[in-house]
């Protein structure tokens, strides 16, 4: 096991990727429930998507693990679902409805355009083709947004829909107070090093919820088998005569140009978050093997029955615990395939336990903006964009979609005004064909089809 994961070669051990691997499964147990809810409103079965989460989530994360060596783990994207289940629904009113098999059709051809992209080497030109300044600010923004999602998702914080004001959440509501219970809990077990921090917080949540009545036990298990019934699965639910009668190239389009952003800045993100892109040809290398096996599971999770598959922001909570492997991914996916038999035991994680993983998860995620150059505005100006628009906006793409055009504008802009790099004298600003490409692919995206 150590010479085929390199264990020793990555400063790590069996226990802590094994802990490492469960932590990571646990921040992201809750899609395990919210992808169903979610997909079913469009008409899919909730068990069958139940049963597509976790396989997909399992299967493509063990496949990550033994083929690149990644403790990143894969599952149906937030926001994308959503996307999903809101095109479907909103179809229903017009002369062209979308079925739900025409919206898995949508994300499986989106998957085959992700895996030409990936075997033509496009995708991997993408980590030489961002400065390193703006690469950190996606780990940085990434760290903003998934501390977002965790505040949101807890009650911590709330958006007015009225006046568009965040407020801070009712102390007094029980998934607020569990959540600060929990970054607390998960905080000084940090400060006193203790090993699998964020696994023995959620886990010490979750006792303090059902101590203070807070888990109804028995309503969190009704309705949820213990033995799946894999012959409810919507095993190539495809229509492809329909999808050429409505013409939703729209929705293929959008479905790749997100992943397409968000599959990067998650991949990037976490890698330099392991340390894999000190070497940057090795990082490189395992980025581009990563990115492939993404490609291959946005595909198979619509062979399977469920929205686009793709790396998890939340594999940074297993990385923050040691994990440096394959062997931490596998164990996120053996624990998803699990699930399909302890689907009442998962339904007893609260959602304030993995709220506050994910919220002190984007504090160490943060601590990248030390290696940003924020005294040169060229990298400053589109490392600030791409910072505060993932969470401000709620969307990864948006950040990095703006990162990448004002780049390529104020570095063309120095370019031709004769300002250095820097501003040490290193030269002109490096723009790579492929920054040019996709900044008006960005902008051509936004006037044709508005903002994400």
């Avoid at 790099?421 to 030269?427: E, I, S, V």
Wanted: proline share 4%; net charge neutral; charged share 10%.
């Amino acid at each position: 096991m150590d010479r085929f994961f390199k264990l020793k070669e990555n400063g790590t051990t069996v226990r802590t990727e094994i802990m490492a691997g469960i932590t990571t499964f646990m921040t992201m147990a809750y899609i395990l429930a919210v992808n169903p809810s979610i997909l079913s409103a469009s008409g899919l079965s909730w068990t069958a998507v139940f049963l597509a989460t976790a396989l997909a989530a399992g299967i493509f994360t063990i496949v990550m693990g033994l083929f690149v060596n990644f403790p990143v783990a894969l599952a149906p994207g937030m926001g994308l679902n959503a996307y999903f289940a809101a095109t479907i629904i909103a179809s229903q009113s017009t002369d062209l409805p979308i079925s739900p098999a025409m919206g898995l059709t949508a994300v499986f051809i989106s998957g085959i355009i992700f895996l030409i992209l990936t075997i033509t080497q496009v995708r991997q030109m993408l980590i030489t083709a961002v400065p390193d300044s703006l690469k950190h600010a996606i780990t940085v923004g990434i760290g903003l947004f998934i501390a977002a999602l965790g505040l949101k998702n807890s009650g911590v914080m709330t958006i007015s829909p009225e006046t568009m004001v965040v407020h801070m959440g009712d102390l007094h509501t029980p998934s607020v107070y569990l959540t600060v219970i929990g970054m607390l809990l998960i905080s000084v077990l940090m400060v006193l090093r203790v090993p699998a921090a964020f696994l023995w917080g959620i886990l010490g949540t979750t006792l303090i919820a059902w101590l203070t009545g807070n888990l109804d036990v028995q309503a969190a298990m009704t309705g949820k088998d213990w033995v799946p019934n894999f012959s409810e699965l919507n095993f190539w639910h495809f229509d492809f005569a329909g999808i050429l009668n409505v013409g939703i190239v729209t929705v293929v389009l959008t479905f790749t140009f997100v992943e397409l952003f968000d599959t990067f800045g998650t991949l990037v993100g976490t890698a330099n978050r392991a340390g894999f892109m000190k070497n940057p040809e090795e990082g490189k290398k395992r980025v581009g093997k990563a990115m492939f096996v993404d490609a291959v599971g946005v595909s198979g999770g619509a062979i399977l029955g469920t929205s686009t598959v793709t790396a998890f922001v939340e594999s940074s909570s297993g990385i923050a615990q040691g994990g440096r492997t394959g062997l931490t991914a596998i164990t996120t996916g053996v624990c998803f395939l699990l699930s399909l038999f302890l689907a009442p035991l998962v339904a007893l994680i609260p959602g304030s336990a993995t709220a506050a993983a994910l919220i002190l998860v984007g504090l160490l995620m943060m601590q990248s903006v030390k290696d940003i150059d924020f005294k040169d505005m060229v990298y400053a100006v589109p490392s600030f964009f791409i910072i505060v628009l993932m969470p401000f906006t709620f969307n990864i793409a948006n950040g990095i979609s703006f990162g990448v055009v004002s780049y390529v504008l104020l570095a063309l802009i120095a370019n031709l005004a004769g300002k250095s790099g820097a501003g040490t004298g290193k030269g002109k600003y490096a723009i790579h064909p492929l920054m040019w490409i996709l900044a008006v692919l960005i902008v051509l995206r936004y006037l044709m089809l508005g903002a994400g």
